[in-house]
Each structure stands twice: as C-alpha cells, then as structure tokens.
C-alpha cells in the first residue's frame, strides 16, 4: 500500500521539527512523489547529507512503500 502526501510529511516533520514541508504527487498515484523541504538543520550541511536526513526520517520506507520521491532541500535563507 503506497504512502499518502501527509504521512510523509508527518515522518519529515517528526524528524525535523522546524522544516517547511511541500509534498507534490508527481503522477497521482501515491508512488511518485517530490518534496520541497525547508529546515535550519541543513545550514552547511551538503545537499546528499541533507537527502540522508531526509532518507533517515522516513524509516526505511524509501524504495518499499514510498517508490520515488524526488528531494529539493534547503536552509532557510537569511533575511
């Protein structure tokens, strides 16, 4: 059974906090997801360290029931 939208921001929020979550079904069939994420913990970490937090935080459901999910991460930006 494929996750839906609010799960996984519910895993990455429960992980992080304080992070900006948009979830994008891709293909309208809840494999094929994007997720824009926002979060102060990615601050001067690279972008495949801030994926692997993101990979963390959903509990090794990335390639079972979570089939794609394209990554866009970012630290806030300073204003």
Do not use: C, W
């Given at each position: 059974?494929p996750?839906?939208?609010?799960?996984?921001?519910?895993?990455?929020?429960?992980?992080?906090?304080?992070a900006?979550?948009?979830?994008?079904?891709l293909?309208g069939?809840?494999?094929?997801?994007?997720?824009?994420?926002?979060?102060?913990?990615?601050?001067?970490?690279?972008?495949?360290?801030?994926?692997?937090?993101?990979y963390?935080a959903l509990?090794?459901n990335m390639g079972?029931?979570?089939?794609?999910?394209?990554?866009?991460?970012?630290?806030?930006?300073?204003?």
């Amino acid at each position: 059974m494929p996750m839906n939208a609010r799960e996984i921001e519910q895993l990455i929020k429960d992980a992080l906090p304080d992070a900006t979550v948009v979830i994008e079904d891709l293909a309208g069939d809840g494999d094929h997801y994007a997720a824009r994420i926002v979060s102060e913990s990615f601050r001067g970490k690279s972008r495949v360290q801030q994926h692997q937090m993101v990979y963390a935080a959903l509990k090794g459901n990335m390639g079972g029931v979570l089939h794609a999910l394209a990554l866009q991460t970012a630290a806030p930006d300073k204003g």
